[in-house]
C-alpha cells in the first residue's frame, strides 16, 4: 500500500507550548479496490489530513494561481460525508483570494511517487464558501477539527477563525495508467466507506 502524503505527521514548532500528538487519532481505513474510482476518492478526502488549496491570487498579477498547503476534514473519524471543510482566517492569502473569487481547487496525492499514476492523485474544484457559525453545521465542522487536528483548538482566538467547505463542482482522479477519470458527483457523495475496512494498527 502507498503512503498517504497528508498522513504523514507535522513537524513540531520549537516554541509550541504543549507537546501534542503525531499519531493521527483516527483508525486508518484499507484502501479500496483501484476500479472504484468513487469510492476511492472518498477514502481520499476522509482519510488525508492536509493537501494543496489554490486559489485566484489577488496578490500576483495577471490572475495566477497561488497554492497554499491547508489542513482540512470531511467529518469526524469513521463518519466522512465527503466534502472537505476547512479552519482558516482571512488574514490567509488563500482566504483573501477567496472573497475575490470563490472558485479553488483542492489536489490530494498519495506520497510515495506523486507523478506515478499508480500512485493516486485527486483533484477536487468548486466554490469555497463560509458556514455560518451559528449553524449546526459549524458546530459539527468544528468538533471534527478539535477531533482530527486537536492543536486547533488552542490556536489564538483574534485571528477570527471562520471554517469554510468545498461545494465540489468537478472531479479529476488519476489512480492508474490510461489518462485521468472524470468522477460524478453524484456517484462520489453516494459512495460509501465501510467500517470493516478499518485497519489495525501496526
Known sequence: MLTLSGAYPSLRHPFELEKQSDECPCEPLQRPDRFNKEELARWMVHSMDWGVLTTI???LPDGQPFGNVYS???GPCGKGMGTPY???TYMDQSFHDSKQNDKVSFTLTEASLPSSPVCARLTLSGKLVEVNPDSEEYTRAQ???FQR???MATWPSEHNWIIAKLEIE????????GGAAILSIEEYFSAKLSPDMQLERL
Open 72 to 74: 482540512f476534514v470531511d
Open 143 to 145: 468538533a471534527a477539527f
Open 86 to 88: 476547512f479552519y482558516g
Open 149 to 151: 487536528h486537536p492543536q
Open 170 to 177: 468537478d472531479l479529476w482522479l488519476i489512480n492508474f495508467y
Open 57 to 59: 491570487s489577488t496578490r
